[in-house]
C-alpha cells in the first residue's frame, strides 16, 4: 500500500527557507524498473490546487510551475525514500496547504495536472508572513 507523508512545514518571514519533506512507502524510489513521479502541489482556501514541483524516473529535468522557477528546488534521496522541496526566497503568496502526490501509472496527463496522481499526502502548511 502506497502512503505519502509530509512534513516540514511551518511559518517563516518573507524571503526566508523552508524545506518540506515527502517520506514514501509501498515502493521504491531507487527501483529502476519502476516508474514514479511524485509532484508537490499547494492550495488555498478557495482555489484549485496547484502544481509547483515534480520530478519523475524517466524524464531528465524536473518541473517547476514559473511562481516557484528559481526559487524551489525538488530532489530525491534514495537511501531514505523521500522527495524533498526546497523553498528558498518565499513570499507571503507562497502562503498554502502544501501536498505531494505519486503516480505509479504512468498517468500521460501533464505533471501540473492533479489528476495524474494517484496516491496524496495529508499536507503541510506553510505560512509566510512578517
Known amino acids: 500500500q502506497v502512503q505519502l507523508v509530509e512534513s516540514g512545514g511551518g511559518s517563516v518571514q518573507p524571503g526566508g527557507s523552508l524545506r518540506l519533506s515527502c517520506t514514501v512507502s509501498?515502493?521504491?524510489?531507487?527501483?529502476?524498473?519502476?516508474?514514479?513521479?511524485i509532484g508537490w502541489f499547494r492550495q488555498v482556501p478557495g482555489k484549485e490546487r496547484e502544481g509547483v514541483a515534480c520530478?519523475?524516473?524517466?524524464?531528465?529535468?524536473?518541473f517547476y510551475a514559473d511562481s516557484v522557477n528559481g526559487r524551489f528546488t525538488i530532489s530525491v534521496d534514495n537511501a531514505k525514500n523521500t522527495v524533498y522541496l526546497q523553498m528558498n526566497s518565499l513570499k507571503p503568496e507562497d502562503t498554502a496547504v502544501y501536498y505531494c502526490?505519486?503516480?505509479?501509472?504512468?498517468?500521460?496527463?501533464?505533471?501540473?495536472?492533479?489528476?495524474?496522481?494517484?496516491?496524496w499526502g495529508q499536507g503541510t502548511q506553510v505560512t509566510v508572513s512578517p
Open positions: 502526490a505519486a503516480d505509479t501509472n504512468g498517468d500521460s496527463r501533464t505533471y501540473a495536472s492533479a489528476g495524474k496522481y494517484d496516491y
Open positions: 520530478i519523475s524516473s524517466s524524464d531528465g529535468a524536473p
Open positions: 509501498g515502493f521504491t524510489l531507487d527501483d529502476s524498473s519502476d516508474y514514479y513521479a
